[in-house]
């Protein structure tokens, strides 16, 4: 291990906002130094998981290493926010994301049984509905911003028919959504936060009133399985409280709408970068479900967590003091060529695809997985299904497309398209006008 000012190529160190936009280059600068690196963060020690079997191994020690990120980098926090929205909403909300176990555990379980297979398989077909209607907007002028004009808006959309948001509602939903989400991704000034607050005190009573509504005159979606949903945490079943309630639908909307988003625009990245790929995966379910899974290990959408020390330990051959601050790198480890042959090639032929990290890992994987491969998978078929020649617009390169996010959140600032439209096949009109 090597400590210090870690820096990247560019000279930035790792917690430099450059680097954590497109952190690649820091990666395969200091993969030799091995799976454990020490980051510079002032007075805090603090270290980098960066090999793929370190972070497997940090993933299945919880007795060691805690998901709460205590004293963890946090931008826009603000005290006077945080106070809004204890007064104008209901405050923050526990994430299962932050949690240990039995804690954990016990959210766990009912996130999994809210998320159970027969309802996110019914979803297959809505998510198919939206995709079109979202593509037909923009399919004849032979252009878009697809983050913009694709992947927000479906993201958004799949997360609100899952809960039971009224079609209605959806332009409160998505400003809300955007909301929630922007102070995760941008550096905000106080001014900035407070609005954000006062959008996120909104979608909290708007949650709460749907969740009442919804104990008396139940419907068949998410929001109404929340409301009747039970945890254990000990004392027998008892009813979810308000406030955690809250917690899920929050965080079903952060995973939901920021990550899937993210996923969906660095694939299609892909796409244009490799359009032989697309020649060969088009019409192809089973290969576009193959090109979705490398997507995702190749540019991880979501790449570190945090977790603390919680006592005195000896990791990789890396003494690590209690309350020392690590960050796990899913991104790192999808690129370790221990585990993937030639990680810096794009290989949807790959053995064991899903053995990436693209959904974290262990305990604490995504528990919306199955809906986000769903979301990936149904897009890419039919983008490429309606669209040839899939390319940057004159006068933009690969290069020039820039990453936006964080420690944790990972994506594109936008992505401007041109390519041709494909008319339907006879058999796709035919189960076009079938429904």
């Known amino acids: 291990m090597t400590s210090g000012d870690m820096a990247s190529e560019s000279g930035a160190p790792f917690l430099d906002p450059t680097t954590l936009a497109d952190p690649y280059p820091f990666y395969a600068a200091h ?21 793929y079997a370190a972070v497997r191994d ?30 104008k909403g209901f405050g923050r909300t526990p994430l299962i994301i932050a949690m240990d176990p039995p804690r954990h555990t016990a959210h766990r379980a009912v996130t999994a049984k809210l998320l159970r297979d027969k309802r996110v398989h019914k979803m297959r077909g809505e998510i198919r509905r939206v995709a079109e209607s979202l593509i037909a907007e923009f399919q004849a002028a032979g252009r878009c911003e697809f983050v913009r004009d694709y992947a927000w808006r479906l993201s958004v959309l799949v997360i609100a028919d899952l809960l039971g ?27 900035e936060m407070l609005d954000c607050i006062g959008q996120m ?66 694939g299609m990245l892909r796409l244009v970068e490799f359009p032989e790929v697309a ?18 290990r190749y540019e991880a959408a979501v790449q570190s967590n945090f977790r603390t020390v919680k006592e005195d330990t000896e ?79 004159p006068g933009w390169t690969v290069s020039d497309i820039k990453r936006t996010g964080g420690i944790v959140t990972h994506g594109l600032a936008m992505l401007p398209l041109q390519f041709e439209p494909l008319a339907l096949a006879a058999d796709e009109q035919s189960a076009n006008a079938a429904e």
């Not at 826009?76 to 929205?85: D, I």
């Not at 088009?282 to 193959?290: A, I, S």
Request: charged share 25%.
């Open 315 to 393: 990791f990789h051959g890396v003494a690590m003091k209690k309350g020392a601050l690590v960050f796990v790198s899913w991104g790192a480890a999808n690129r370790d060529a221990d585990t993937f042959a030639n990680p810096e090639h794009f290989d949807i032929n790959r053995t064991a695809l899903k053995t990436h990290l693209g959904f974290g890992g262990g305990t604490h994987s995504c528990a919306g997985a199955a809906l986000a491969r769903q979301e990936l998978a149904e897009s890419y078929d039919l983008l490429l299904r309606r669209l040839a020649n899939i390319r940057l617009q």
């Open 165 to 191: 948001v009224d079609r209605d509602r959806i332009d409160d939903f998505k400003r809300w959504s955007d909301a929630w989400v922007r102070p995760l991704i941008t550096p905000l000034t106080e001014a």
């Open 58 to 87: 940090v993933l299945a020690s919880p007795e060691i290493f805690s998901s709460k990120p205590e004293g963890a980098p946090s931008i826009n926090f603000y005290p006077s926010a945080e106070a809004l929205l204890k007064e």
């Open 279 to 296: 020649a060969r995966i088009r019409g192809d379910m089973k290969l576009v479900e193959q090109f979705a899974e490398e997507s995702l």
């Open 201 to 266: 005190a909104e979608l909290q009573h708007f949650l709460v009133g749907e969740i009442e509504a919804r104990k008396t005159a139940p419907r068949d979606d998410l929001l109404s399985d929340i409301a009747h949903a039970t945890i254990d945490l000990g004392a027998g079943e008892m009813p979810l409280r308000q406030h955690e309630q809250l917690g899920i639908c929050e965080a079903l909307m952060i995973a939901g709408n920021d990550s899937t988003a993210n996923a969906l625009s660095l």
């Open 31 to 51: 993969r030799g130094d091995g799976p454990v690196v020490a980051v510079n963060n002032g007075a805090r020690e603090t270290y980098l998981v960066t090999g």
